[in-house]
């Protein structure tokens, strides 16, 4: 197993949430954009989120020299296009998008794999596609995931 | 009444010398009614009054200012014994005694005594007006002067003076001795220039720069009134204003339906059906721990079936908040009450009689022995559930990362062997 951070406390709640079938069954049928609009409700969280969210953008776009990005889904995957010029920066982004997910599943663990199993996504990709890295997330539910990635977008904007 | 004063009474009116007080009435009743007239005279408390049927002369009128005082004789008209208002109205303010001689050589009696509250006007030869421009000022003489006894009107006194002020009026008697003073407040008129111009004392000067100071804080304050309600009238306009366009925007409408819809999405993503809205605090912490507490509940529930000691004691090696949660949650069934009450049950037994224990722990043991089997089984069963729920929890997945020289693809499948990331060169 990758070796990852130790879990802080509130990830430590997060899991034990993630962990619950009753969690599971929520948001195997739950419409994700409404649970995150519901999250960010609790004062601060959407403060915080946001904070976080514009960071984490910038320091990427900085980082891996992103000139631009667009997103659409389609009826069984849902597609993130980064326009990165140089192919270097193209495949650090990929080597990076690797660490981040290998490391996201040992911080998260059941959670990750609850999250996974209940948006029925069988398998997510990135690529170097020529003059730009290719996101690819397959699920049935991309709609779900757009609706998602449009309100993170308005937070960010 | 003796014939000869009836006639003097008469001939005196006739001759114009009664007072107003006489009426044609008074003469018919002196005249017509003479008989009841004379027997009412005779008693101080019925004496006939503005009758007119008295010489003035036999009417001696005393005045005092006040009690102790010596009195003196007032000239007077009357013909007959006046009224208390009539004496106030002629005489003014003061205690006055009304004597009538009957007959010549007699001593007058007593008839009326009046006590009219006020200054005494009667014996005032003249009034003297002293002026202080501001309060706490010097008190300036003047030359303005008024005869007595009727003392002035206010707007002869300011047109005597020439202005007003804090008027001080002193009535003087014919030996020049104040018999009284009264101030009077004409500060709402400008006082007379001649005067202010000799008001030169410390207190005066003081007085009027502290009023004008005050002055000044006043206006101050009553324009700064004027300017914030100036300020809230403009305030309140616009808020009317946009209260106004709010309404009459049809976006308020739309607002409305988005609010309402949004709610009945998130109340309807509870499984398809319509529910309590659920909040995101219950769904992600509280939830998971009732799941969890129902699981060991039901655990601790088939262990007290089998064994009760065994049960209480299980509950109370867990930890506080587990112990207490599952203490509320078994309460509900009454188990608490059933185990407490199987152990009084069994504990007095156990002290009083022995051998009843004895039997009792050898017919357990029968018992257990008989049941040992079962029991075992169900405590496996108990613990089986138990498993399957803490596996039901666990939706272990398998990932499978395939990498190629344009990427990487991580697969996700169902559990069905190991948790690692199994790592796949694609060729």
Not at chain 2, 107 to 117: H, N, T
Request: glycine content about 8%; some cysteine; aromatic content about 6%.
């Amino acid at each position: 197993m990758n070796k990852a951070k130790k879990p802080k406390g509130w990830e430590k709640f997060l899991m034990a949430a993630l962990t619950s079938n009753k969690f599971a069954e929520y948001i195997s049928t739950a419409n994700l954009a409404d649970l995150l609009k519901t999250a960010l409700q609790v004062p601060g969280v959407k403060k915080k989120m946001t904070e976080t969210l514009t960071q984490l953008g910038g320091d990427l776009k900085e980082r891996y020299e992103i000139v631009d990005y667009s997103a659409y889904a389609d009826e069984n995957k849902y597609v993130i296009v980064l326009n990165i010029k140089s192919n270097e920066m193209r495949d650090d982004f990929v080597a990076h998008f690797q660490r981040f997910i290998k490391d996201l599943r040992g911080r998260f663990e059941l959670g990750f794999d609850t999250f996974i199993k209940s948006y029925q996504i069988s398998s997510i990709s990135c690529k170097n596609d020529g003059h730009v890295v290719k996101i690819e997330v397959h699920t049935p539910r991309s709609a779900d995931i757009e609706s998602v990635a449009s309100e993170i977008q308005g937070l960010v904007r | 009444m003796s014939v000869l004063n009836r006639l003097k009474s008469w001939y005196a009116k006739t001759l114009g010398k009664s007072k107003s007080g006489g009426t044609d009435e008074d003469e018919v009743l002196v005249i017509g009614d003479e008989e009841e007239t004379e027997s009412e005279e005779e008693e101080e408390s019925e004496v006939p009054i503005r009758t007119g049927h008295y010489d003035s002369e036999q009417i001696i009128l005393t005045f005092r200012a006040k009690p102790g005082e010596e009195a003196i004789n007032v000239d007077h008209d009357f013909t007959y014994i006046p009224t208390q208002d009539e004496i106030a109205e002629e005489f003014g303010p003061g205690i006055y005694n009304i004597f009538v001689r009957e007959e010549e050589g007699k001593r007058p009696k007593l008839k009326k005594r009046y006590k009219i509250e006020g200054h005494p006007i009667l014996p005032v030869v003249k009034y003297e007006v002293k002026v202080r421009i501001h309060e706490g000022g010097d008190l300036l003489d003047t030359n303005v002067e008024f005869p007595g006894p009727r003392p002035p009107e206010k707007e002869e006194i300011i047109n005597a003076l020439g202005g007003g002020g804090l008027i001080k009026l002193n009535a003087r008697d014919k030996d020049n001795r104040i018999l009284w003073s009264e101030w009077y407040d004409f500060r709402d008129i400008e006082p007379p220039k001649s005067l202010v111009a000799r008001d030169n004392s410390i207190k005066s000067k003081i007085e009027q720069e502290v009023e004008a100071k005050k002055k000044k804080v006043e206006d101050e304050i009553l324009k700064r009134i004027t300017e914030r309600e100036d300020e809230k009238k403009s305030k309140f306009d616009e808020t009317v204003d946009r209260l106004i366009e709010t309404i009459e925007d049809t976006k308020l409408e739309r607002l409305q339906e988005a609010i309402e819809a949004f709610g009945e999405k998130l109340n309807s993503s509870f499984s398809g059906k319509k529910q309590e809205p659920v909040g995101l605090s219950d769904l992600a912490f509280k939830e998971p721990y009732r799941i969890k507490l129902e699981a060991q509940k039901a655990i601790i529930q088939n262990l007290a079936k089998k064994d009760p000691e065994e049960a209480l004691r299980a509950i109370e090696r867990m930890p506080d908040g587990i112990s207490i949660g599952l203490q509320l949650g078994l309460a509900a069934t009454g188990l608490i009450e059933a185990l407490t009450d199987y152990l009084k049950e069994v504990g007095p037994k156990e002290r009083k009689k022995g051998t009843e224990r004895e039997k009792g722990v050898e017919k357990r043991k029968a018992r257990k022995e008989r049941e040992g089997k079962k029991e075992k089984s169900v405590k496996e069963e108990a613990e089986t559930q138990a498993e399957k729920t803490v596996e039901q929890e666990e939706p272990k997945i398998n990932v499978e990362e395939v990498g190629d020289e344009s990427g990487i693809e991580f697969i996700f499948s169902p559990r069905g062997g190991g948790d690692e990331i199994e790592e796949v060169e694609r060729e």
